[in-house]
């Protein structure tokens, strides 16, 4: 936690919809005037896309079928961490970017499966902003969430969190549904062990769930819409959180706990808007009196 430099970390599995998440984000930051500097969980990967290959097939041969991307020593989450301790002590650090295609290759010359070079943050930012997989870890080696100061859950229920990766990775990537699906399997163990104990750390849940059938994820034909969709938002302190003001300004939402409410699919990005601009408004305006 730091008063003077405020860290945002969003966190969620792939295809979850933490990028989707971050263009929310990117409009409050801009309607509000607060620079943010931005980072993605997938530069802090340990293996560029050979090495990361050649990784597996050598734990595969000795018997460890449970390595993956969302695996802790798949990615360097102690370099993470350094940067998160020297944002908020001092505002600066440093981060790159995964080259996942073609597209990405041209916005940052370097090839697919690759790295571009490390590049130190712009100075004078209000804030750092996160968005992948690791973003609340704790585990024996690291403490991601205690250097965050504002901890978000994306986490669609999985199948619908499967049927968004396997569109994603098709359309945007050219992967096959078998291969997406093979990447789900070998990635099981981690979710269950690496992904999923951070949303216990993060401050807000969004967990969309879709209210059309989807129970065989790895034939659907779209991914569900807003319309055809609940989002459950869940506080983890809820002390503070105005309630029947939410309630009031998003139609259609209710409680379902003293700390959850429930909203329409569509009305995601104005609850967004809501909960955060108020928070972001604290966060920023506490770093400049510090
Ligand atoms: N609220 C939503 N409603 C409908 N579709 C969504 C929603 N959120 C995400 N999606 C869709 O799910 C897919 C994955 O979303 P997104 O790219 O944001 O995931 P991600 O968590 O950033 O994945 P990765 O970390 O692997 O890049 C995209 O096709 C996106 O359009
Ligand atoms: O979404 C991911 C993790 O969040 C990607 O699978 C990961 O970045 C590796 O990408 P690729 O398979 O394209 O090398």
């Given at each position: 936690?730091?008063?003077?430099?405020?860290?945002?970390?969003?966190?969620?599995?792939?295809?979850?919809?933490?990028?989707?998440?971050?263009?929310?984000?990117?409009?409050?930051?801009?309607?509000?005037?607060?620079?943010?500097?931005?980072?993605?969980?997938?530069?802090?990967?340990?293996?560029?896309?050979?090495?990361?290959?050649?990784?597996?097939?050598?734990?595969?041969?000795?018997?460890?079928?449970?390595?993956?991307?969302f695996?802790?020593?798949?990615?360097v989450?102690?370099?993470?961490?350094?940067?998160?301790?020297?944002?908020?002590?001092?505002?600066?650090?440093?981060?790159?970017?995964?080259v996942?295609?073609?597209?990405?290759?041209?916005?940052?010359?370097?090839?697919?499966?690759?790295?571009?070079?490390?590049?130190?943050f712009?100075?004078?930012?209000?804030?750092?902003?996160?968005?992948?997989?690791?973003?609340?870890?704790?585990?024996?080696?690291?403490?991601l969430?205690?250097?965050?100061?504002?901890?978000?859950?994306?986490?669609?229920?999985?199948?619908?969190?499967?049927?968004?990766?396997?569109?994603?990775?098709?359309?945007?990537?050219?992967?096959?549904?078998?291969?997406?699906?093979?990447?789900?399997?070998?990635?099981?163990?981690?979710?269950?062990?690496?992904?999923?104990?951070?949303?216990?750390?993060?401050?807000?849940?969004?967990?969309?769930?879709?209210?059309?059938?989807?129970?065989?994820?790895?034939?659907?034909?779209?991914?569900?819409?807003?319309?055809?969709?609940?989002?459950?938002?869940?506080?983890?302190?809820?002390?503070?959180?105005?309630?029947?003001?939410?309630?009031?300004?998003?139609?259609?939402?209710?409680?379902?706990?003293?700390?959850?409410?429930?909203?329409?699919?569509?009305?995601?990005?104005?609850?967004?808007?809501?909960i955060?601009?108020?928070?972001?408004?604290?966060?920023?305006?506490?770093?400049?009196?510090?």
């Amino acid at each position: 936690m730091s008063k003077k430099h405020p860290i945002i970390s969003v966190t969620g599995s792939s295809g979850a919809g933490t990028s989707t998440v971050k263009g929310t984000f990117d409009q409050i930051f801009r309607r509000e005037g607060v620079t943010a500097v931005s980072i993605e969980g997938d530069a802090f990967h340990r293996y560029n896309r050979a090495d990361m290959k050649a990784e597996l097939e050598r734990r595969y041969a000795s018997g460890d079928h449970t390595f993956s991307h969302f695996s802790y020593e798949a990615n360097v989450l102690d370099e993470l961490e350094r940067v998160f301790r020297e944002y908020g002590e001092t505002g600066g650090g440093r981060t790159r970017h995964y080259v996942h295609d073609e597209d990405e290759a041209a916005r940052y010359g370097a090839p697919p499966g690759t790295f571009t070079d490390w590049a130190a943050f712009e100075d004078g930012s209000d804030l750092l902003f996160y968005e992948g997989l690791h973003g609340a870890v704790v585990n024996g080696e690291v403490n991601l969430a205690k250097h965050a100061d504002l901890k978000i859950g994306v986490v669609p229920v999985v199948n619908l969190e499967w049927i968004q990766k396997i569109h994603r990775d098709k359309a945007s990537r050219g992967y096959t549904t078998e291969a997406v699906t093979d990447v789900i399997l070998r990635r099981m163990h981690a979710y269950v062990h690496c992904i999923t104990p951070q949303f216990t750390e993060t401050d807000i849940n969004f967990q969309r769930v879709p209210v059309v059938d989807t129970s065989n994820p790895f034939i659907a034909r779209w991914i569900p819409t807003a319309d055809e969709s609940l989002v459950v938002i869940r506080f983890k302190n809820p002390r503070g959180i105005d309630f029947p003001y939410l309630t009031q300004m998003i139609e259609g939402s209710w409680m379902s706990r003293a700390n959850s409410i429930v909203i329409p699919g569509g009305k995601m990005d104005l609850a967004m808007q809501l909960i955060f601009t108020p928070m972001i408004e604290r966060l920023v305006s506490q770093s400049k009196r510090a």
